[in-house]
C-alpha cells in the first residue's frame, strides 16, 4: 500500500471512530448541546479565521458555544496545551459536551496521538467535531 493510501485509510478509519463517539454523546443529551471551538495556531498566527470555521459549523447544526479559545504553540503534543487542557476539564465536569475544531490539525497530525486524544475525550464522557473531516488534511 502506497504512503498516500495507507493516510488515507488511516485518516478514514479515524474519522468513523470520532463521528461515532460524537453521535453517542449527541444522542445521549437531549436538551441543548453545548461545545468549546478550539483551534491550534502559530506564535504569530491569527486564530480568528479557523475559530470561524468551526463557528460556522456549529451555526449550521444549532450547537451552542460555551466557550472559544485557541493555543498559540503550534504542533506541540496535545497534552502540553494549557487551553485544550482547560477544555478537556470542562468536559470532565460535563459543562461541555465536546470541543469542536476547524481540523484534525488542531489536535494532532500524528495518528497514534490523535486517536489517543480521542480516546481521552471519549473517556471523559465528550465527543470532537470537526468542520474539516479527516480525510481532508
Given at each position: 500500500m502506497t504512503?498516500?493510501?495507507?493516510?488515507?485509510?488511516?485518516?478514514?478509519?479515524?474519522?468513523?471512530?470520532?463521528?461515532?463517539?460524537?453521535?453517542t454523546v449527541l444522542r445521549r443529551e437531549s436538551g441543548?448541546?453545548?461545545?468549546?471551538l478550539y483551534v491550534l495556531v502559530g506564535s504569530r498566527q491569527d486564530p480568528a479565521p479557523r475559530l470561524a470555521a468551526a463557528q460556522a459549523l456549529a451555526t449550521r447544526l444549532g450547537w451552542t458555544v460555551a466557550d472559544r479559545t485557541f493555543?498559540?504553540?503550534?504542533?506541540?503534543?496535545p497534552a502540553t496545551r494549557p487551553q485544550l487542557a482547560r477544555l478537556l476539564?470542562?468536559?470532565?465536569?460535563r459543562e461541555i459536551h465536546g470541543i469542536l475544531a476547524a481540523s484534525r490539525?488542531?489536535?494532532?497530525?500524528?495518528?497514534?496521538?490523535?486517536?489517543?486524544?480521542?480516546?481521552?475525550?471519549?473517556?471523559?464522557?465528550?465527543?470532537?467535531?470537526?468542520?474539516?473531516?479527516?480525510?481532508?488534511?
Open positions: 504512503t498516500a493510501l495507507h493516510r488515507y485509510a488511516a485518516a478514514s478509519r479515524l474519522g468513523l471512530l470520532r463521528r461515532a463517539q460524537l453521535e441543548e448541546k453545548r461545545i468549546a493555543d498559540a504553540t503550534g504542533p506541540t503534543d476539564a470542562a468536559a470532565r465536569r490539525l488542531d489536535i494532532s497530525d500524528d495518528d497514534k496521538e490523535y486517536e489517543a486524544m480521542l480516546e481521552h475525550i471519549r473517556t471523559l464522557g465528550a465527543g470532537l467535531a470537526l468542520a474539516r473531516e479527516e480525510n481532508v488534511l
